[in-house]
């Protein structure tokens, strides 16, 4: 959604009568962006966005099209099976309902904040014609009035994009949430150090590597929302007070590189800088997946994909074979 910030904020501006179309529901297509979009110009036929690879994009522009002059929404029912999926190289076929919306009724500030960074959510609320909506902004730090605000919330909370829909008696209620990416301090330097920043910005979050306990506390103090603290470093002027600060801010993921002993000799210095049992609790240490890794890259891709489960609010990560309900919950 990020993404489409300056297009939108461009077709506004040009007066062009474009629409923003995302899902409301949807079933298969294998892994795919949680925040998925497009923009829509119905006159001009023009799409610009991802979502399932393009496969609707023609539907989208004729379903536009149809929209009354009065409306402020359309649900569409849209799919996709077999030879078509392949050719799109969609993992899988699938089906979906699609909300489309005029640019005029999606409120300014949600393209303002999106383009600031700004963790934020977007609640619209259909009518049972799903021919009207009327959608508002949710901050993470705005009071919840009511269930779509509760559970946009949550969503923010888990730092990673995401949708639900709602349903009550006046009609459907989609939640969209769109968080600030996660921001990787590393502290410490190294071949391991490069890896995970590389692979933190495969992933779409933001990585930096700071080398002292100053450099960290600056970083952490400005992102503090969205820091996620890799340590690295076995200095212990380094690794104990940057480690209490971030605990100390309430950082959402506090991870430590190193064996046993050091991870020991850590949690009695930060036990002797102050840190209760609670909050030593909060740090992963010895850090990552226990995926059987050795090589850098692969501790690289144990410790990013602990945070992934961290952010997720996954209380343990397991095969998904032995898991049961939806695989992208």
């Given at each position: ?5 300056e297009?939108?904020?461009q077709?506004?501006?040009?007066g062009?009568a ?12 294998g892994?795919?962006?949680p ?11 023009e ?66 904040l ?23 902004v949710v ?17 923010l ?34 071949e ?9 910005l ?14 960290a ?14 340590m ?12 209490r ?60 994909a ?16 032995d898991?049961?309900g939806?695989?992208?919950?």
């Amino acid at each position: 959604m990020r993404e489409l910030v300056e297009t939108a904020r461009q077709w506004v501006a040009e007066g062009r009568a474009g629409y923003l179309a995302r899902p409301v529901t949807e079933q298969g297509f294998g892994p795919r962006d949680p925040a998925g979009a497009v923009l829509v110009d119905a006159s001009r036929g023009e799409c610009v966005g991802a979502l399932y690879r393009g496969v609707f994009d023609a539907e989208l522009v004729a379903e536009a099209g149809a929209m009354g002059a009065r409306d402020t929404a359309r649900v569409c029912e849209v799919s996709v099976r077999g030879a078509e999926a392949v050719e799109a190289e969609l993992t899988c076929g699938g089906q979906a309902e699609v909300l489309l919306q005029p640019l005029g009724a999606i409120p300014a500030e949600w393209w303002e904040l999106l383009g600031a960074g700004v963790g934020v959510a977007l609640v619209t609320r259909l009518n049972e014609a799903a021919d009207q909506a009327v959608s508002e902004v949710v901050r993470a730090t705005d009071v919840p009035r009511d269930d779509a605000g509760r559970r946009a919330g949550e969503l923010l909370d888990t730092r990673r994009p995401g949708r639900d829909a709602l349903y009550g008696q006046s009609g459907l209620v989609l939640v969209e949430a769109c968080p600030s990416a996660p921001y990787v301090v590393i502290g410490g330097g190294g071949e391991l150090a490069g890896i995970i920043q590389r692979q933190a910005l495969l992933l779409g979050w933001e990585a930096v590597l700071v080398d002292g306990a100053e450099e960290a506390g600056k970083v952490i103090r400005a992102r503090r929302d969205g820091a996620c603290v890799v340590m690295l470093s076995h200095d212990e002027e380094f690794d104990v007070p940057t480690l209490r600060l971030a605990l100390e801010l309430g950082v959402p993921y506090v991870g430590a590189l190193g064996s046993r002993r050091t991870t020991a000799r850590r949690r009695e210095g930060l036990i002797a800088a102050g840190v209760g049992e609670a909050q030593l609790a909060r740090v992963h240490g010895p850090i990552g997946l226990d995926l059987g890794a050795r090589t850098p890259a692969e501790t690289a891709l144990a410790i990013c994909a602990e945070i992934l489960g961290v952010l997720g609010a996954r209380k343990a990560a397991g095969a998904l074979r032995d898991t049961d309900g939806p695989i992208n919950s």
